[in-house]
Nanobody, 124 residues
Framework: VRVVESGGGWVQPGGALTLSCAAVGIKFDYYNVAWFRQAPGKGREGVACIDGSNGHERYGDSAKGRFTISRDMSKNTVSLQMKSLKPEDTAAYYC??????????????????WGQGTQVTVSS
């Protein structure tokens, strides 16, 4: 069982990037799936999550109005569309899955399945 992120890279300030998370061995329909990020020297921050069973979304303060989380049930993937990116968005971004009991949670301790992370760098 694992989750795998893709789509990271370098982008200029004001640009956009879409991250994707794929699951192997589990179906996201039965999980709450979240994106977290961690910048050097900082703790892990919850960015956004989506309830795989009903599509309900929740966003951290840094993501509101700029990021959109979505799911594709046919592909068993969860995406994070990011726009108006800022240098402070630079971080390693992680996808994680938690039981639906933790629907709406942006607390890292509630999540058991983690990907390896994908780096996002925003700079000019």
């Amino acid at each position: 069982v694992r989750v795998v992120e893709s789509g990271g890279g370098w982008v200029q300030p004001g640009g956009a990037l879409t991250l994707s998370c794929a699951a192997v061995g589990i179906k996201f329909d039965y999980y709450n799936v979240a994106w977290f990020r961690q910048a050097p020297g900082k703790g892990r921050e919850g960015v956004a999550c989506i309830d795989g069973s009903n599509g309900h979304e929740r966003y951290g303060d840094s993501a509101k109005g700029r990021f959109t989380i979505s799911r594709d049930m046919s592909k068993n993937t969860v995406s994070l569309q990011m726009k108006s990116l800022k240098p402070e968005d630079t971080a390693a971004y992680y996808c994680a899955a938690a039981p639906l009991l933790y629907s709406g949670s942006l607390k890292a301790e509630d999540y058991r399945r983690w990907g390896q992370g994908t780096q996002v760098t925003v700079s000019s």
